[in-house]
């Protein structure tokens, strides 16, 4: 199946969590070692929650899920991320 | 909440969101619609100009079976209001210190950020742009008159519409998805390191992304993004 979206639909619902414009940054995937930039991950969605996929061996890089009362952010799949230092937007 | 018919299936809406903190060519909206009974669904919109003040229009392309484009382009009342968070993005993206040359490809309504990177363009940058875009038919068009107009005025703007179903007479290319050569003719050289942006459907994206890749393009220099749809 193709994925619904990329990873640059993941920026407004980043922006409640982090302050570094996270689209732009660079995640490894812990699963095949890959390293992407987050705008490029195939995202699919929206419900019931936002899943990243690594390009290289779709592996879920990042789950977010929003429920009424709390955002669930979910890494486990990355091993590092990279974030733009000082991020302009 | 203003709207204007770009095409028979598409609208831009005008919206005036207060103390907009101004925003980079490529960058989107998100809009929320909630329901009478608290249901709450939310998208993602490419901006297609740069703001006038607090003013910001998305062009949005009426889905099949869509939640939320059908009601944006159909019954949404001028004057209404929505719930706008932005602007978001900081990859797809176009500066306007960036050089280029830029090749901007675009499947359907993907035109939309690559159309608010022309329009941001036109009179600050020089930077070389030639657009690519995919549509059905003559009558998909987006800006189509806009983009004659800027073809002519802007200077360094060079823009091809490929058909997939059905050309305008007299036009010399086989109707059909994308090709290579499409890009090879209408396009820059790899050596010249243009930056690519495609946007579009993520069948068209993966397509065209790949067309350039295969045609010797830096993938450091392509940039994408992609939506749901076929």
């Known amino acids: 199946m193709d994925a619904t979206y990329d990873g640059n639909t993941l920026a407004g619902p980043l922006s409640e969590v982090f302050t570094a414009e996270v689209t732009s940054g660079v995640a490894r995937c812990r699963s095949c070692g890959r390293s992407s930039v987050v705008a490029e991950l195939a995202v699919y969605g929206p419900d019931p929650g936002l899943v990243a996929r690594c390009p290289g061996c779709a592996e879920a890089m990042l789950r977010l899920v929003r429920t009424p009362d709390a955002m669930w952010l979910d890494l486990s799949g990355m091993s590092l991320l990279r974030l733009p230092a000082s991020a302009s937007e | 909440m203003d709207r204007r018919a770009e095409t028979p299936t598409a609208s831009t809406l005008v919206l005036d969101v207060g103390d907009w903190p101004g925003h980079l060519a490529g960058q989107h909206v998100d809009v929320r619609l909630t329901a009478e009974d608290g249901y709450q669904a939310s998208r993602s919109y490419s901006l297609a100009a740069p703001a006038d003040g ?56 993907g035109i939309v950020p690559l159309m608010a990177m022309i329009r941001t363009r036109a009179g600050v940058s020089r930077a070389p742009f030639r657009l690519v875009c995919s549509v059905r038919t003559p009558e998909d068009r987006l800006y189509a008159a806009e983009l004659r107009r800027r073809v002519a005025d802007d200077g360094g703007l060079d823009v091809v519409w490929v058909h997939t179903r059905t050309a305008p007479a007299g036009d010399p290319r086989r109707v059909g998805r994308i090709r290579a050569d499409d890009l090879v ?17 993520t069948g068209f994206v993966e397509t065209a992304s790949n067309l350039l890749l295969a045609t010797g393009h830096d993938p450091r220099r392509i940039r994408t993004e992609r939506f749901g749809g076929a």
């Open chain 2, 54 to 109: 607090d003013r910001v229009q998305i062009t949005v392309q009426r889905l099949l079976n869509g939640e939320v484009s059908p009601f944006l382009v159909d019954e949404l009342a001028t004057g209404a209001v929505v719930e706008v968070r932005g602007p978001f993005g900081g990859w797809f993206v176009w500066r306007t210190e960036d050089r280029g040359p830029i090749l901007l490809v675009a499947g359907g309504s």
């Open chain 2, 185 to 201: 003719s209408h396009g820059w050289p790899p050596d010249f390191e243009p930056t690519c942006y495609v946007c579009g459907p």
